[in-house]
């Protein structure tokens, strides 16, 4: 027996037929799905929802009330518990203020107070000044003024810098062609204190400027005779100023609207204009109610009513209103005034 031959067809039968290449290539092959279908969360990463399901558990224990984090809640209980106590502290203040204040038997006229007060004024009024803006109404008020000027109540002079020195022909302050600037400036203060001030100050920042004079004197007497310094120059039409400035001095005045009324008959009556800049009672009841119940201690210590109703003391005064404005919930008042024509 050719064993050879045997075992090529003994082979032959246990050999599996594999295909040649070009018959495999012709069978249809089975499809590859071109995207997998999304996993369910569970299939895709258990471990993450196990980390999501702590996290969400430790976000409800940090979130007790509401949903605040507690470093909000600690902010804002402890700014709660100063703003409290903060405000606390000022009503305790204020009832013992109301308390010292009605137990006092003031006069009306505390306008003496300024002769003390006088050295720390300037440094006592700048900051409020500062926040209520109040330069820039001076200077406005001020600029206006005219001719022949006298400011009552001058006290330290805060109204100085602002007044345009040197009377000419130019532009007013409504843009017509008239006499502009000073010519003559005269400033007159109850307190001999507070007129020293003044006058230290202008010979420092005016030391050219000689038309000037400087009177301790009550604004209701004032007389035009202060006016010797128009004299000096051979000057034009009668016993009048120009322009009588006065900027708050209602407030400390025991007769203000007689004080007016005396400013009134010697301000010239046809250009002639009185230029006031004053603080007093507001157009709110509830401040007015805490700057009543708060005057009399104010007043003990500054010299200054800052309830007066302004508007009240102006019309009583008799003097007509060319230009009323208010600012500061009403407390500021600022007025062109001129002499009523009879
Ligand atoms: C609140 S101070 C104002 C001072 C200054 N006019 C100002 O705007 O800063 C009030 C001033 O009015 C003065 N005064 C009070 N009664 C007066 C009176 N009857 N005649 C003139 N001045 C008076 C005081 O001496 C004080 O200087």
Redesign the pocket.
């Known amino acids: 027996m050719n064993t050879t031959r045997l075992g090529r067809a003994s082979l032959r039968a246990v050999t599996p037929t594999i295909p040649s290449r070009g018959v495999q290539s012709k069978a249809p092959r089975p499809k590859k799905p071109t995207t997998k279908p999304p996993p369910t969360r569970k299939q895709f990463n258990p471990e993450l929802k196990r980390f999501q399901e702590r996290f969400e558990a430790k976000e409800a224990q940090s979130k007790p009330n509401g949903g605040i984090p507690p470093r909000v809640l600690t902010f804002l209980g402890i700014s709660a518990l100063t703003i409290s106590t903060y405000c606390g502290y000022l009503y305790a203040s204020y009832q013992r203020q109301v308390s010292k204040g009605q137990a006092l038997d003031l006069p009306t006229?505390v306008?003496d107070r300024?002769?003390t007060t006088?050295p720390t004024?300037d440094a006592d009024?700048e900051l409020s000044e500062k926040a209520m803006r109040l330069g820039s109404k001076?200077a406005d008020l001020v600029r206006m003024a005219r001719g022949d000027v006298l400011?009552?109540?001058?006290?330290?002079?805060?109204?100085l810098e602002y007044y345009d020195l040197g009377e000419r022909r130019g532009l007013d302050s409504t843009d017509r062609l008239g006499v502009i600037g000073c010519r003559s400036l005269t400033f007159?203060?109850?307190?001999p204190q507070?007129v020293a001030i003044t006058k230290e100050k202008f010979e420092a920042l005016r030391p050219d400027f000689k038309r000037v004079a400087f009177r301790a004197?009550?604004?209701?007497s004032v007389s035009v005779e202060l006016k010797g310094l128009r004299g000096s120059t051979g000057s034009k039409e009668g016993e009048y100023y120009d322009t009588i400035v006065?900027?708050?001095?209602l407030?400390?005045?025991?007769?203000p609207v007689g004080?007016l009324r005396h400013l009134g008959e010697i301000t010239e009556p046809k250009r002639g204009r009185i230029l006031l800049?004053e603080h007093g009672r507001s157009h709110y009841d509830w401040l007015n109610r805490i700057l009543d119940n708060l005057a009399p201690t104010h007043a003990d210590r500054?010299?200054?009513w800052w309830n007066r109703d302004i508007g009240a003391i102006v019309r009583e005064s008799g003097l007509e209103i060319v230009e009323e404005k208010r600012w500061h919930l009403g407390t500021t008042w600022r007025y062109v005034l001129k002499p009523r024509q009879n």
């Open positions: 006229d306008s300024y002769n006088a004024f009024v001076r400011e009552v109540s001058c006290g330290t002079g805060r109204n007159v203060d109850l307190s507070m004197q009550d604004a209701g006065q900027t708050m001095g407030c400390s005045m025991p007769d004080t800049l500054h010299g200054c």
